[in-house]
């Protein structure tokens, strides 16, 4: 039985193009197989491919998004509110949602991945934070009054059943520097699951999120990988519970939550940002591709990898 989910799977965007291609990361036949052993329980993606003519289904679409406001964090750190319409506003919602964003030109070669800080589908409006680093990022602070906005894509994190599966339980979410802007959404998620949930930030960033985070959420401030910042994260696990995590930062504070949870004589689930580098997001250009413990590549824009097969 495949271990590896695709985040469209039984979504409006399957099958993709990737069935066609016979590289469907999770249906054994649209590989060319014989058996079906994908275990996936949901709508049939081999069945909905013979349905629609072995076709791909439409991708995600690109729209010219009007910038309602932007607002300066800290130097190089921006937060925009984009008006995008209520349909796309709503499928961003959940946790991991993403968009690839680019600044007001036809060129695709400045699209970029970025997360999806809080969706009002009331106002049809998203807002992200985007942090200044090179000529893709540049071009879209040059931009003031629209953007284009490609998606959604929801594959921002690893671990998005933990999170979806969590209910009256209790969470931590720990963040630190531009990974930050995943929080918000996974803290809304939780606690629509009648969670109880607290954020640790690292005290050296911005906190650019309190704004979109509920005011039941208790938020502590140690600078990462400190002593008090290992303490309390082993004390919240410990003494106090948690059965779930969060962890957004870099691979490193990822490993080190891997192995807190793995200390832990209860289960205490881990779940992920996604920090592998993304060009088209549809698992065609393999520039997210990493080799699996199998030895072959995974597509990690639309895997939802394990925890062990995270990079070191």
């Known amino acids: 039985m495949s271990v590896l989910e695709c985040i469209d799977i039984g979504s409006q965007f399957c099958p993709c ?7 469907c990361i999770t249906c054994s036949l649209l590989r060319g197989k014989k058996v079906c052993t994908c275990g996936w329980s949901g709508t049939c ?22 910038v309602l406001h932007k ?3 800290q130097k190089d750190l921006f937060l925009a509110e984009l008006e995008v319409g209520g349909k796309l506003a709503r499928d961003l919602r959940r946790a991991g949602s993403f968009v690839f964003l680019r600044g007001d030109t036809e060129n695709h070669f400045f699209d970029i991945p970025i997360a999806v800080v ?3 589908e009331a106002r049809g409006v998203i807002v992200v934070a985007i942090a200044i680093r090179g000529p893709k990022t540049k071009l879209i602070n ?16 690893f671990g998005y059943r933990f999170i979806e599966r969590t209910r009256h339980s209790k969470c931590l979410i720990v963040l630190g520097g531009i990974s930050q802007a995943s929080g918000a959404l996974v803290a809304n998620q939780m606690l629509n699951n009648a969670n109880e949930v607290s954020v640790l930030i690292n005290s050296q ?8 985070l509920n ?3 208790k938020i502590y401030r140690e600078a990462a990988f400190s002593a008090g910042w290992i303490g309390l994260i082993k004390n919240m696990i410990k003494n106090h519970g948690v059965s779930c ?3 957004g930062g870099n691979n490193k504070q990822h490993q080190l939550l891997g192995a807190f949870s793995a200390e832990s004589e209860r289960r205490v689930n881990l779940a992920t940002s996604n920090n592998n580098i993304m060009q088209c997001g549809e698992g065609i250009c393999g520039s997210c591709a990493q080799e699996g413990n199998d030895g072959k590549p995974k597509r990690r824009c639309k895997t939802q990898m394990p925890m062990e097969r995270l990079p070191t």
């Open 45 to 66: 993606a081999y069945m909905e491919f013979q349905w629609h003519g072995k076709k791909a289904r439409n991708g995600r679409s690109t729209v010219k998004a009007p």
């Open 205 to 212: 960033d911005t906190v650019f999120i309190a704004g979109y």
């Open 118 to 120: 809080n969706s009002d």
């Open 17 to 23: 193009h990737l069935a066609e291609l016979g590289e």
């Open 215 to 217: 005011q039941t959420i």
């Open 71 to 73: 607002w300066e964090m």
């Open 142 to 157: 040059q931009n003031h009054t629209c953007m284009f906005v490609r998606g959604p894509y929801w594959n921002g994190l």
């Open 245 to 247: 995590l969060y962890s």
